[in-house]
């Protein structure tokens, strides 16, 4: 008889926990999976995929008006939010069905309960069913932060900003990273007057600071209004049926829909991680050592729940190597090093390695290269929004430690800059590399 239930059980069915338990169960393990909302995790069901549809659908609203100047007439466009919406979480159901699909092909169970951790190589499910494993992988995720204030309660976050009835007229989001900086661009777009209230007077703080310095020039340009320095004091309601927002250093302001984007917590809570002594750090997150491992021999957690880098393909990394590890018999972990990344925003940024104040701080030199250009298409269409790349190198021996862009396509363009940061190309390969022109991309390899 076995002597356990299954030979890994995962708590979360998102990006992390279903790579694990797929690959986990082509190992030959007996993998089930505990999923308490949908599966395919934030990523596919309110992140990742569903916001970059709405990134696509907000800039038509641009194109619309450059098109104008490539000679096009569209007469009278309107916009359907509604329609926009259905759509993409049509598109959302659709993936939710792949993931599932995939998992059940390779015979993994999913039980569509929550779970906690409740003894010794024991998980309880909600109903109340307990099931034993010989691995626990906890891949929950994270939740958004909501800050304490009187009337938070009228706010949403991301997760309810997919399902908005309708549009509003004006929205204040709170925060100052990717998340709002990438729903303001896709408001803004859509009509919405958008207000963005922050902290601090920084935003995306891990990027390079003229790279967000040109963001915040190009979406205040865009008619996006900044509130810097500001703590929430109340949030009320109107007997209109509006949210009057009162803070610190402002003035009050008025707006229909308030949306937290400060943050996001690990999703610790209520597992019954301290009853079997998995250590947590400040945050809550759970501490892992390289593979992934807690303070407990047969648990282990992968994904935003370790608060490492909280990016879907980190999650997918971690669990991939994860079932390498324990059931693949091949020890495997995961470099975080030059790990790129993006903020979908209206133009996006993408970024790989250290910003120029990173590195100035960690190498003996530095060289810096820039190109300040406003791309070919904009020039036409009469917009004045100019893209920004700028190449950090160190000044030893020319190895190319940074690359930021913000621009039209940057993201795109950044997953090929990414392979040869990570491989150590110097300015010098660069430079040897012949341009493909006309591009936004050639700038690249023609700084001077
Ligand atoms: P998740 O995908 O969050 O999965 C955790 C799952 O666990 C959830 O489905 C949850 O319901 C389930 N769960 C939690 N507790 C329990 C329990 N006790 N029992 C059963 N189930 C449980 N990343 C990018 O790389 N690119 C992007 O463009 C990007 N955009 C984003 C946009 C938004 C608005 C948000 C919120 C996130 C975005 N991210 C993006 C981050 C990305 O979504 C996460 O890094 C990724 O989903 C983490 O995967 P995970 O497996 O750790 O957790």
Redesign the pocket.
Known sequence: MAEYDYDLFT?????????ASRVSAAHGAKVAV???????????????????MLVYGAHFAEDLEDCQKFGWTVENPTFDWVKLRDNVLGDVDRLNGLYKDTLENHGVEI?H????ITGDHEITL?DGTAITARHILI??????HVPQCPGNEYGI???E??HLDKLPERILIAGGG??AN??AGIFNELGTHVTIVNRSDTLLRQYDEQVRDRLLQISMMKGIDFKFHAEFKEIEKTDAGCLRVSMTNHDDIEVDCVMF?TG?VP?TE??GLEQVGVELGDKGEVKVDRFSKTSVDYIYA?????DR????????R??QAFADTVFGNEPTSVSYDHVP??V?SHPPIAAVGMTEGEARNSLGTVKVYTSDFRPMKNVVAGRNERGLYKLVCDGENGRIVGVHMIGPDAPEIMQAAAVAVKAGLTKQDFDNTVAIHPTMAEELVLMR
């Open positions: 708590i979360g069915a998102g990006s992390g926990g279903v790579r505990a999923e308490e909302y949908r599966v395919g995790g934030t990523c596919v069901i309110r992140g990742c995929v569903p916001k970059k039980i309960q929550r779970a906690r909600a891949a929950t995720g994270a939740r958004p976050t991301s997760n900003a997919f990717y998340i990438e729903f984007a996001r999703n209520g597992l992968v994904g935003d729940v370790t880098i909280q990016l879907t393909p980190v999650a997918i971690e669990g990344s993006a979908f």
